[in-house]
């Protein structure tokens, strides 16, 4: 199958570069403050000044600073203690200067005052790894911020969200409570104020094969909080929807589609693939706090890339397309006027400056991307969906547009005309592929222009040049530039790879002989034909 190579991987990449990128631009604004509780100070000030979305109650905040007292802070002395002394420890490993450290601390403190209610065994605590890089390193936190979870002196990654309600959510998972019992009908109600997406078990006891599957499920699943009763009464309060399977197992969501209930057999595995299928909304609103979990899910994903008001408009139909291909195909709606969000996928489409509402698909397991190009309609949309599904869209590649060549040394190739100008031709080509940003280019984009002087009039010998970050091929395949290539005339399935890093005179040599070869070839072919 041919696919344009967009490893999942590389979109993560860009995405992540760009991100860390803007907190790049913001790090160097604040850079002279290093005290992170400043910043976090900072941060609730401007909060409460109602600049932000969420103005948060002064009371909230205090509790806030209440909560950081809650999180210990480690330091050369106690490190060892704390880990040692206490069966979980959870760890949050910061730099002062570290933007996206100083958003997780006021979380993280949350976190820690909501399980300190909760009457969790665990501890929290935060070490400052610049200031006890030592310390840091014994605990093997490498990058910024790091979460780690001792148990009993060990670690282990967090691999939970991290919005303070994830927090915990996943250590409840891993420090013994991974399922809430809700006994009353009062506790239902409460529970429901507090959470919008849940999983929900009904089971006669709390015991036997089923019982112990859906532990296990609830143990290993690292974002959904699953709650269990034994009674009708409080599951008819957790989810109204019928629930005739015995015993009965549901998703909750805050949304349309806001149960699904599991009809499969009781094993770990099954049910945790039936929670995978049906967590996310109908469509997901992309956001940095989903981000990784959206990237990482490994399903078709359709994406919505629009201004706010104008999704809200394409909402309604846009889920009813969703409903139809659920837990087959993700969509996901980005604010197109969210650069850190949007642009790192425009990008993959050369479309970083469109304003017009647009809707693309990646097929993860492939790489391959597709563009909806018009007609944004609910049918449209459906029918590219399907397409998407049954694997019958015709991949995008990037391409600019056509240029006139004529009298050029060098034809300058896009990704629209790289079938005609170099597969398809009989000469041997010598193509140099390039990207605006790549550090060696120039001087390679000077050699090429010296060859091509050099073996001018050489009738059977083409000199070509395409910019990779705006032209895509299937059959072009680089991912380092510069890169010169030589396909032989006769044969284009395997060019060759040209050193970028010798000398014109060494190049001029390296091709006379490939081109002796390729004649010596050519002749073979002809004695064969003959
Ligand atoms: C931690 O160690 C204690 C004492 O040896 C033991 O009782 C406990 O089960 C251990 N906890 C875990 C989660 O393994
Ligand atoms: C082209 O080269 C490849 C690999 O060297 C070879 O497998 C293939 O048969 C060649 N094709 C032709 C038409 O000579």
Same mark, same amino acid.
């Given at each position: 199958?041919?696919?344009?190579?967009?490893?999942?991987?590389?979109?993560?990449?860009?995405?992540?570069?760009?991100?860390?990128?803007?907190?790049?631009?913001?790090?160097?604004?604040?850079?002279?403050?290093?005290?992170?509780?400043?910043?976090?100070?900072?941060?609730?000030?401007?909060?409460?000044?109602?600049?932000?979305?969420?103005?948060? !109650?002064?009371? &909230?905040?205090?509790?806030?600073?209440?909560?950081?007292?809650?999180?210990?802070?480690?330091?050369?002395?106690?490190?060892?203690?704390?880990?040692?002394?206490?069966?979980?420890?959870?760890?949050?490993?910061?730099?002062?200067?570290?933007?996206?450290?100083?958003?997780?601390? !006021?979380?993280?403190?949350?976190?820690?005052?909501?399980?300190?209610?909760?009457?969790?065994?665990?501890?929290?605590?935060?070490?400052?790894?610049?200031?006890?890089?030592?310390?840091?390193?014994?605990?093997?936190?490498?990058?910024?911020?790091?979460?780690?979870?001792?148990? /009993?002196?060990?670690?282990?990654?967090?691999?939970?969200?991290?919005?303070?309600? &994830?927090?915990?959510?996943?250590?409840?998972?891993?420090?013994?409570?991974?399922?809430?019992?809700? /006994?009353?009908?009062?506790?239902?109600?409460?529970?429901?104020?507090?959470?919008?997406?849940?999983?929900?078990?009904?089971?006669?006891?709390?015991?036997?094969?089923?019982?112990?599957?859906?532990?296990?499920?609830?143990?290993?699943?690292?974002?959904?909080?699953?709650?269990?009763?034994?009674? !009708?009464?409080?599951?008819?309060?957790?989810?109204?929807?019928?629930?005739?399977?015995? !015993?009965?197992?549901?998703?909750?969501?805050?949304?349309?589609?806001?149960?699904t209930s599991y009809e499969g057999a009781f094993?770990?595995?099954?049910?945790?693939?039936?929670?995978?299928?049906?967590?996310?909304?109908?469509?997901?609103?992309?956001?940095?706090?989903?981000?990784?979990?959206?990237?990482?899910?490994?399903?078709?994903?359709?994406?919505?890339?629009?201004?706010?008001?104008?999704?809200?408009?394409?909402?309604?139909?846009?889920?009813?397309?969703?409903?139809?291909?659920?837990?087959?195909?993700?969509?996901?709606?980005?604010?197109?006027?969210?650069?850190?969000?949007?642009?790192?996928?425009?990008?993959?489409?050369?479309?970083?400056?469109?304003?017009?509402?647009?809707?693309?698909?990646?097929?993860?397991?492939?790489?391959? +991307?597709?563009?909806? &190009?018009?007609?944004?309609?609910?049918?449209?949309?459906?029918?590219?969906?399907?397409?998407?599904?049954?694997?019958?869209?015709?991949?995008?590649?990037?391409?600019?547009?056509?240029?006139? /060549?004529?009298?050029?040394?060098?034809?300058?190739?896009?990704?629209?005309?790289? &079938?005609?100008?170099?597969?398809?031709?009989?000469?041997?080509?010598?193509?140099?592929?390039?990207?605006?940003?790549?550090?060696?280019?120039?001087?390679?984009?000077?050699?090429?222009?010296?060859?091509?002087?050099?073996? +001018?009039?050489?009738?059977?010998?083409?000199?070509?040049?395409?910019?990779?970050?705006?032209?895509?091929?299937?059959?072009?395949?680089?991912?380092?530039?510069?890169?010169?290539?030589?396909?032989?005339?006769?044969?284009?399935?395997?060019?060759? +790879?040209?050193?970028?890093?010798?000398?014109? +005179?060494?190049?001029?040599?390296?091709? /006379?002989?490939?081109?002796?070869?390729?004649a010596r070839d050519e002749e073979h072919v002809?004695?064969?034909?003959?």
């Amino acid at each position: 199958m041919s696919s344009s190579k967009l490893p999942p991987r590389f979109v993560y990449i860009a995405i992540v570069l760009l991100l860390s990128l803007s907190f790049l631009i913001s790090v160097t604004a604040i850079e002279d403050s290093d005290d992170i509780e400043e910043l976090i100070a900072l941060d609730e000030a401007e909060e409460e000044g109602g600049g932000t979305h969420h103005p948060r !109650p002064s009371s &909230e905040a205090e509790m806030l600073t209440k909560a950081q007292r809650i999180v210990l802070e480690l330091n050369n002395d106690n490190t060892q203690r704390a880990i040692d002394g206490n069966e979980y420890v959870l760890v949050l490993g910061y730099a002062p200067w570290c933007v996206r450290s100083a958003e997780l601390m !006021p979380r993280f403190a949350e976190a820690a005052s909501f399980l300190n209610e909760l009457k969790s065994p665990l501890l929290m605590a935060k070490i400052d790894a610049e200031r006890y890089p030592k310390v840091a390193s014994n605990l093997e936190i490498k990058g910024y911020p790091t979460l780690l979870l001792f148990v /009993n002196g060990t670690s282990q990654p967090y691999t939970g969200g991290f919005s303070s309600e &994830e927090i915990v959510i996943w250590v409840r998972k891993k420090t013994g409570t991974p399922v809430v019992r809700i /006994n009353s009908i009062d506790e239902a109600n409460d529970f429901l104020k507090k959470h919008s997406m849940f999983a929900v078990g009904l089971f006669d006891k709390f015991e036997g094969s089923d019982y112990d599957e859906f532990v296990k499920a609830a143990t290993t699943d690292n974002d959904i909080q699953f709650v269990e009763t034994n009674s !009708p009464q409080i599951a008819n309060i957790l989810y109204t929807d019928d629930k005739s399977n015995n !015993p009965f197992l549901g998703i909750v969501k805050s949304e349309p589609e806001r149960y699904t209930s599991y009809e499969g057999a009781f094993e770990k595995d099954k049910i945790l693939q039936f929670l995978n299928d049906n967590k996310f909304p109908l469509v997901t609103f992309l956001s940095e706090l989903n981000s990784v979990k959206v990237y990482s899910t490994d399903k078709l994903q359709v994406y919505v890339f629009a201004e706010a008001d104008e999704f809200r408009k394409l909402l309604e139909p846009f889920q009813d397309v969703a409903r139809k291909f659920k837990s087959k195909i993700m969509f996901v709606f980005v604010d197109i006027k969210d650069d850190n969000l949007a642009k790192p996928f425009l990008t993959l489409f050369g479309l970083e400056d469109s304003e017009d509402t647009l809707v693309t698909a990646f097929d993860y397991k492939t790489g391959a +991307k597709y563009l909806l &190009e018009s007609d944004l309609t609910p049918a449209r949309i459906e029918e590219f969906s399907l397409g998407l599904f049954k694997g019958i869209l015709p991949p995008f590649y990037k391409s600019q547009a056509i240029p006139d /060549n004529k009298g050029a040394d060098i034809l300058t190739v896009v990704g629209k005309t790289f &079938e005609d100008l170099v597969l398809s031709s009989s000469k041997n080509i010598i193509l140099e592929i390039h990207t605006p940003w790549c550090l060696n280019c120039e001087t390679t984009s000077k050699q090429v222009e010296k060859l091509s002087k050099h073996f +001018k009039g050489l009738d059977n010998l083409v000199f070509a040049k395409i910019d990779a970050s705006v032209n895509e091929h299937p059959k072009l395949q680089v991912d380092d530039y510069p890169t010169l290539l030589f396909y032989p005339g006769a044969n284009k399935s395997n060019p060759i +790879k040209l050193p970028t890093k010798s000398s014109s +005179k060494d190049l001029a040599i390296l091709i /006379n002989k490939y081109l002796k070869e390729e004649a010596r070839d050519e002749e073979h072919v002809v004695k064969d034909e003959l």
